[in-house]
T-cell receptor, first 111, second 113 residues
Framework: TQLLEQSPQFLSIQEGENLTVYCNSS?????LQWYRQEPGEGPVLLVT?????EVKKLKRLTFQFGDARKDSSLHITAAQPGDTGLYLC???????????FGSGTKLNVKP | NAGVTQTPKFQVLKTGQSMTLQCAQD?????MSWYRQDPGMGLRLIHY???????DQGEVPNGYNVSRSTTEDFPLRLLSAAPSQTSVYFC????????????FGQGTRLTVV
């Protein structure tokens, strides 16, 4: 079992649609990060959320950290084919020693 | 900017063979870690290090050894390869302070037959 559960696991949508990816855990984290991974590459950081209830926007992407610091969501508005990829959430322990990754959401945006 | 460099990119091993996956970073990061990525499982932490001479186990350490003799290098050793170790392996590094970004290598795709 993984500490962080992401849903949905797969998402295939048309260009222009909106979508939300969820990242849930029973554990409390110091911070939560979202990464995007392209095939054959390592994950690349999109955003870090630190404060419970925090909302961050990155162009068409909106990230939210739950009030209890256990969960997070990623919302994409008007998805584009360039958004296609694997989205991973990662929680950092309070002692900064370990990052735990979610199982990932594979997004395919069709033109 | 080299960042995190992993070698080799691809490797095929026979069951029972041993090998070392290399990881080097040039950002003077204290924290380095190894993950394996399997389909539908995201990334799972194998071992990590918070500085030279200090290593610890992650979620799935069995069958793997690590050492950290320098800040730059963090090799991962497979002692006796098994088919269950077929996976993509990623090395990552970051400064050992709160909420910092992890930088990943490009991965090593390992197949054990």
């Amino acid at each position: 079992t993984q500490l962080l559960e992401q849903s949905p696991q797969f998402l295939s949508i048309q260009e222009g649609e909106n979508l939300t990816v969820y990242c849930n855990s029973s554990s409390v984290f110091s911070s939560l990060q979202w990464y995007r991974q392209e095939p054959g590459e390592g994950p690349v950081l999109l955003v870090t959320v630190v404060t419970g209830g925090e909302v961050k926007k990155l162009k068409r992407l909106t990230f939210q950290f739950g009030d209890a610091r256990k969960d997070s969501s990623l919302h994409i508005t008007a998805a584009q084919p360039g958004d296609t990829g694997l989205y991973l959430c990662a929680g950092l322990e309070y002692n900064f020693n370990k990052f735990y990754f979610g199982s990932g959401t594979k997004l395919n945006v069709k033109p | 900017n080299a960042g995190v460099t992993q070698t080799p990119k691809f490797q095929v091993l026979k069951t029972g063979q041993s090998m070392t996956l290399q990881c080097a970073q040039d950002m003077n990061h204290e924290y380095m870690s190894w993950y394996r990525q399997d389909p539908g499982m995201g990334l799972r932490l194998i071992h990590y290090s918070v500085g030279a001479g200090i290593t610890d186990q992650g979620e799935v350490p069995n069958g793997y050894n690590v050492s950290r003799s320098t800040t730059e290098d963090f090799p991962l050793r497979l002692l006796s390869a098994a088919p269950s170790q077929t996976s993509v392996y990623f090395c990552a590094s970051r400064p050992f302070t709160e909420n910092t970004e992890a930088f990943f290598g490009q991965g090593t795709r390992l197949t054990v037959v």
